[in-house]
């Protein structure tokens, strides 16, 4: 696999960690993939949960917690870190400030379009920014408003197909929906940035599905120059969540994976249990709203809490939550490390470039 540049940094892995939360990727999978040469991902959706002080204040102990995750991270790891900031949370400028205050290395953005994400960046700040988009059409219109009002362009974008876990930038009917396949995407969007080669290289990063080193070969043939994988490295020793969190990967199977509405108004993908039934009985409405965390939720309309699903999920009671899984999240098979996961994805890569060089000739 190839190295690239994001910035001034070279990748020697080119594949990023997304950003999963609430408490899925923390400092321990971050770091534990910067380590073998690749982007670790901190999600800073919920930390004001998992880092609840006495009293509480949800949005101060937010920011506490990024400054605890990413200097938790430093302190494991000298490779590249960086920072997932959805645009819809409420508390959106408190993480890009303290990311970029924290000397983070990349700020990933998307749930939204992060029109205003230049504006935070501070005199000598060091801190890359890279927005996450589901169309070309996306992609032209933030690097066209950076320029024009920032004078600057995305250090690179990472393009999210329909694949993924987690919230989707698609409409319920688009998923399955080959002309928003990933692999027609790609090239959209590298056209999109290729406008702009005589300003910056953007890289384009492929995500969505990729869950072995033969995608990765056949995604960056279409024009990407790295991917970033999430599902695969949850049912790892080093990710943050609880082991019965990673337990539901393995256990899962292809018909547990299905499309979900969140109350955030997005489609998301996640693994079917007791609690998404419970939801669809109508039994988990919440009673009040103590976090405010994302803007376009209104708890009164809401089917059930979405941060306190994820939390509960993340820690293990999943009678009370929900794990949020990308496509091929079920060919998940044990729980290994990050390390092994690398090295089966660089063996995956290499027997596949061997098999299109032999058929080349």
């Known amino acids: 696999m190839k190295s690239f540049f994001l910035g001034d940094k070279e990748i020697r892995l080119p594949v990023f960690q997304g950003g999963m939360g609430v408490g899925i990727s923390l400092s321990g999978l971050a770091s534990a993939v910067a380590n073998e040469g690749g982007i670790g991902v901190i999600s800073s959706a919920g930390l004001g949960l998992l880092y609840k002080q006495s009293p509480a204040d949800y949005l101060k102990d937010s920011i506490w917690g990024l400054k605890e995750e990413i200097r938790k991270a430093r302190e494991l790891s000298k490779g590249?870190?960086?920072?997932?900031?959805?645009?819809?949370?409420?508390?959106?400028?408190?993480?890009?400030?303290?990311?970029?205050?924290?000397?983070?290395?990349?700020i990933f953005s998307g749930a939204g379009l992060p029109l205003?994400?230049?504006?935070?960046?501070?005199?000598?700040?060091?801190?890359?920014?890279?927005?996450?988009?589901?169309?070309?059409?996306?992609?032209?219109?933030?690097?066209?408003?950076?320029?024009?009002?920032?004078?600057?362009?995305?250090?690179?974008?990472?393009?999210?197909?329909p694949k993924a876990g987690g919230h989707l930038g698609f409409k319920r009917e688009q998923i399955e929906d080959e002309n928003y396949a990933l692999e027609k995407l790609i090239p959209e969007v590298v056209s999109v940035t290729s406008a702009y080669n005589h300003k910056k290289v953007i890289p384009v990063i492929a995500a969505g599905g990729i869950t072995t080193g033969g995608d990765v070969l056949r995604i960056m043939e279409l024009g990407a120059s790295g991917v970033q994988i999430g599902s695969l490295f949850v049912p790892t020793q080093e990710?943050?969540?609880?082991?019965?969190f990673k337990q539901s990967y393995v256990n899962s199977s292809q018909k547990d994976t299905m499309i979900i509405q969140s109350p955030v108004g997005m489609p998301g993908r996640a693994l079917d249990g007791n609690f998404i039934r419970s939801v669809n009985e109508g039994k988990e409405r919440p009673k009040k709203c103590p976090f405010q965390c994302i803007k376009t939720c209104d708890y009164t309309k809401?089917?059930?809490?979405?941060?306190?699903?994820?939390?509960?999920?993340?820690?293990?009671?999943?009678?009370?939550?929900?794990?949020?899984?990308?496509?091929?999240?079920?060919?998940?098979?044990?729980?290994?490390?990050?390390?092994?996961?690398?090295?089966?994805?660089?063996?995956?890569?290499?027997?596949?470039?061997?098999?299109?060089?032999?058929?080349?000739?």
């Not at 870190?81 to 290395?105: E, H, P």
């Not at 996450?132 to 950076?146: D, H």
């Not at 990710?239 to 019965?244: E, G, V």
């Open 80 to 106: 590249t870190i960086g920072v997932n900031i959805m645009v819809a949370l409420s508390n959106f400028a408190d993480m890009v400030r303290t990311s970029i205050a924290a000397k983070a290395d990349v």
């Open 116 to 161: 205003d994400l230049p504006s935070y960046l501070t005199e000598g700040s060091k801190t890359l920014l890279v927005p996450i988009v589901s169309s070309g059409r996306a992609a032209k219109i933030i690097c066209q408003k950076w320029l024009s009002n920032y004078n600057y362009l995305p250090d690179a974008l990472v393009v999210e197909g």
């Open 239 to 244: 990710c943050d969540a609880s082991q019965l």
């Open 302 to 361: 809401s089917p059930y809490c979405i941060i306190m699903a994820l939390y509960n999920a993340a820690k293990g009671n999943m009678n009370k939550g929900y794990a949020f899984a990308g496509a091929n999240a079920y060919l998940a098979e044990k729980i290994s490390s990050v390390k092994e996961v690398v090295q089966q994805l660089k063996k995956e890569f290499a027997d596949a470039q061997k098999r299109l060089s032999t058929n080349e000739i």
